[in-house]
């Protein structure tokens, strides 16, 4: 049974950074199209950002878009999320997902696991 454990959240000031993991277990990372999405107070989990199989194609929303890096390491089966320059609004759960389709979406129903989430709070 695939497994995800995110890691990383916590506290930064506006215009900081922060990089969050998600350690996949029970599944080799190759055969998994990973994404991370997120859920602020009264919102819906919205997709923030996936990647392939191969880690060739990278997909962004526009609000993170040039901000953060979806990246992947096959040997750690982990995968990354670099968010640089930091905004209150990006202040949320953080979850990673994972699913086994074919096409790199940011589309929540597309993915089949979920791990628990991680908190960020972007404050000054």
């Known amino acids: 049974q695939l497994r995800l454990v995110e890691s990383g959240g916590g506290l930064v000031h506006p215009g900081g950074s922060l990089i969050l993991s998600c350690t996949t277990e029970?599944?080799?990372?190759?055969?998994?199209?990973m994404g991370w999405f997120r859920q602020a107070p009264g919102q819906d989990r919205e997709g923030v950002a996936s990647i392939n199989r191969m880690g060739s194609r990278q997909v962004y929303s526009e609000s993170v878009k040039g901000r953060f890096a979806i990246s992947r390491d096959y040997a750690k089966n982990t995968v990354y999320l670099q968010m640089n320059n930091l905004k209150p609004e990006d202040a949320g759960v953080y979850f990673c997902a994972a699913e086994e389709g074919t096409i790199t979406t940011l589309i929540e129903g597309d993915y089949d696991y979920w791990g628990q989430g991680t908190q960020v709070t972007v404050s000054s």
């Open positions: 029970g599944f080799h990372l190759d055969s998994l199209i």
